[in-house]
């Protein structure tokens, strides 16, 4: 089975700018959750989606959004980037409804100049 | 809310020697607990997991990890240490209901392993 896929791997942006991030899960999963990775902040979460519905979100401005498609796939789009949203964002998928483990995938870099 | 406390934010062992990683967390209640290792450059790749049952729980790559409700401690332990060993670790929680999907990540310990 294939892993869980983000693209792009790297992005370059400017301030003020958006972007939109990609994730596909594995095959079968319907949940997608959402991370941010700084070195000061750590490993934070934005959102969770699950058969199209946000679960959950994270302590973040309305800036950063999601959403999934009915094939399970989602986006992330953050508006009018800061340097501060320089970061990895991982995405990761899970099987079903019930509490199993999150499979994470390579991430993608974002750079904000 | 939960937390999670990793109190070593660097450790450095030989190659050979064993190896335990210290977690803490904060959860009113028995919590889903989590270890994940990330390479540079990679996404988090799970070490084990604990849900309930045996407190001592076995992983991939030698891992073990034991839960201690008494001292709401998730302890990662290896035997011997390889020198491909050498990530950041990450020791997370779940609550249980409708944040599944959401984990609680400690800060991380990089662990630097010396021939």
């Known amino acids: 089975k294939a892993g869980v896929t983000q693209t792009p791997r790297y992005l370059i942006k400017t301030r003020g700018q958006q972007v939109t991030l990609s994730c596909s899960p594995i095959?079968?999963?319907?949940?997608v959750s959402w991370y941010q990775q700084t070195p000061g902040q750590g490993l934070q979460f934005l959102f969770e989606?699950?058969?199209?519905?946000?679960?959950n979100k994270g302590n973040f401005p309305g800036r950063f959004s999601g959403r999934q498609f009915s094939n399970s796939r989602s986006e992330m789009n953050v508006s009018t980037l800061e340097l501060g949203d320089s970061a990895l964002y991982l995405c990761?998928?899970?099987?079903?409804?019930?509490?199993?483990?999150?499979?994470f995938g390579p991430g993608t870099r974002l750079t904000v100049l | 809310a939960q937390s999670v406390t990793q109190p070593d934010i660097h450790i450095t062992v030989s190659e050979g020697a064993s190896l335990e990683l210290r977690c803490n967390y904060s959860?009113?209640?028995?919590?889903?607990l989590f270890w994940y290792v990330q390479s540079p450059g990679q996404g988090l790749q799970l070490l084990l997991k604990?849900?309930?049952?045996?407190?001592l729980v076995q992983g991939i790559k030698g891992f073990e990890a034991e839960f201690k409700r008494s001292q709401s401690s998730f302890n990662l332990r290896k035997p011997s240490v390889h020198w491909s060993d050498a990530a950041e670790y990450f020791c997370?929680?779940?609550?249980?209901?409708?944040?599944?999907?959401?984990?609680?990540f400690g800060q991380g310990t990089i662990l630097t392993v010396h021939p």
């Open positions: 990761a998928s899970r099987a079903g409804e019930a509490y199993n483990e999150q499979f």
């Open positions: 095959s079968g999963h319907r949940s």
């Open positions: 989606y699950f058969s199209e519905t946000q679960r």
């Open positions: 959860y009113g209640a028995t919590p889903y």
């Open positions: 604990y849900f309930s049952g045996d407190t």
């Open positions: 997370a929680v779940g609550a249980p209901g409708t944040s599944y999907g959401k984990l609680t």
